[in-house]
């Protein structure tokens, strides 16, 4: 089965071990001295219409991935620790 990387946004990940829906695709951090996906991220998901920020991502390794299906991607993990989102650097060098 061939997968564009379009086509893995919008599939859910799912966790083997204990069930639990983590989220659907929404990046992927390719390698590229080797050219292949090393990972794919989860963004996390925002408070109250933004308001309140937002939860720390999600970055499942490649190795991880046990199946990739129509519409979800299994995984062989529990689910993974979020990771938090460095942050943007502003015009200035100030953050």
């Known amino acids: 089965m061939n997968c564009r990387l379009t ?8 966790s083997v071990c204990d069930g639990t829906r983590i989220g659907c695709v929404d990046d992927v951090l390719v390698d590229t001295k080797s050219a ?5 991220i989860i963004f996390g998901r925002s408070g109250l219409f933004g308001l309140f920020g937002k939860c720390e991502d999600y970055i499942i390794p490649w190795e991880k991935i046990e199946l990739i299906g129509e519409d979800t991607i299994i995984i062989s993990c529990k689910t993974p620790n ?6 943007k650097r502003r015009f200035g060098g100030k953050n």
């Open 7 to 14: 086509d893995l946004r919008h599939k859910e990940v799912i």
């Open 36 to 40: 292949r996906i090393a990972s794919l």
């Open 82 to 87: 979020p990771v938090k989102r460095p942050k």
